[in-house]
């Protein structure tokens, strides 16, 4: 486990920035009260700042088609980070995990050393966060149903939100000696996760 791996999986952490500025756009911000925009920014700053790579200013648009989006690219010149999440009024707060999920599509679009896909985004982000943070289970990795549906249950959450945790920075460490280290995490966290809810 090299040391610059393992500061891939808990962000720069000597660098103690603040969370990015967020810029609401309108349609955003139209559809949300003062109360569900403080209670956005709180949520969000809470994930953000294990992402202290991503400074400066993230624009927070409205989607009605995803649970979360993710944008990058240029306008007149300029670099911009956006992402964009369901109308506040209508679906309440993102979950902690989706805006975790989407911060780290940011950090894949600059970090050139993790890979592009869905999954492996899924799998970084369970690294990044803390258990306590995971209040969603991964959006793309496969896991049995029954365990999907007791992820958020009070007697089994905690253990397999770590379960979830451990495994994934044991997953991503060691990435480079192992290519399906994606199904290897699907296939170690299954077996650990009917172990947690079977109570053995
Ligand atoms: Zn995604």
């Not at 989006?69 to 980070?81: I, Q, V």
Request: overall charge positive; glycine content about 6%; aromatic content about 8%.
């Amino acid at each position: 486990m090299s040391r610059a791996r393992v500061d891939v999986a808990n962000g720069p952490a000597e660098d103690p920035s603040p969370p990015p500025n967020l810029n609401f756009t309108k349609p955003f911000l139209d559809r949300a009260n003062a109360k569900l925009i403080g209670e956005f920014t709180a949520r969000f700053e809470s994930v953000a700042i294990h992402f202290s790579e991503l400074k400066g200013e993230i624009r927070i648009g409205m989607t009605t088609s995803y649970n979360g989006l993710a944008l990058t690219g240029t306008k007149g010149g300029a670099a911009f980070d956006k992402l964009c999440f369901p109308p506040l009024c209508r679906k309440g707060l993102p979950s902690r995990y989706v805006i975790g999920h989407e911060l780290m599509h940011l950090v894949q679009s600059k970090d050139g050393s993790i890979p592009l896909t869905e999954r492996s985004c899924d799998i970084f982000t369970l690294a990044r966060l803390p258990a306590s943070l995971l209040d969603h289970p991964p959006l793309y990795l496969r896991m049995p149903r029954e365990v999907r549906a007791a992820w958020n249950s009070p007697a089994f959450h905690r253990e397999l939100a770590e379960a979830a945790h451990l495994l994934a920075i044991e997953a991503m460490v060691t990435r480079k000696e192992n290519a399906r280290y994606i199904s290897w995490w699907e296939r170690r966290f299954s077996e650990k996760a009917a172990r947690i809810i079977g109570g053995r």
